[in-house]
Nanobody, 125 residues
Framework: QVRLVQSGGGLVPPGASLRLSCAAE????????MGWFRELPGKEREFVAS????????SHSNSVRGRFTISRDNANNKLFLQMDRLRPEDTAVYFC??????????????????WGQGTQVTVSS
């Protein structure tokens, strides 16, 4: 098992940058494929990015590719999402997630067993 604790987020104007962090407490961090998802009220959780266990493979959704970057620091058991050139449509609650299943990266929420508590990102002038 792994417990995920998120930090970062907040209110920023369009065009600004934010970095989200997700610390893995307990468990073996390198056992897990990690991902970021986001959710708007009344909508399904949406894939943002995923990264393989050692960080050699990443996947980003079309809507964030070129603006957001997922990364991980296995030595310190942390996952990051660097968000640049933020847009109002990026406003959502962001969740980190961990998957112990066999694979490289996953884009569907059902593949992930563990979730962080969520953090609000609001992009508004």
């Amino acid at each position: 098992q792994v417990r995920l604790v998120q930090s970062g987020g907040g209110l920023v104007p369009p065009g600004a940058s934010l970095r989200l962090s997700c610390a893995a407490e307990e468990g073996t961090f390198t056992s897990y494929i990690m991902g970021w998802f986001r959710e708007l009220p009344g909508k399904e959780r949406e894939f943002v990015a995923s990264i393989s266990r050692v960080g050699g493979s990443t996947s980003h959704s079309n809507s964030v590719r070129g603006r957001f970057t997922i990364s991980r620091d296995n030595a310190n058991n942390k996952l990051f999402l660097q968000m640049d050139r933020l847009r109002p449509e990026d406003t959502a609650v962001y969740f980190c997630a961990a998957s112990g299943q066999t694979g490289s990266t996953f884009t569907t929420p059902a593949r992930y067993e563990y979730w962080g508590q969520g953090t609000q990102v609001t992009v508004s002038s």
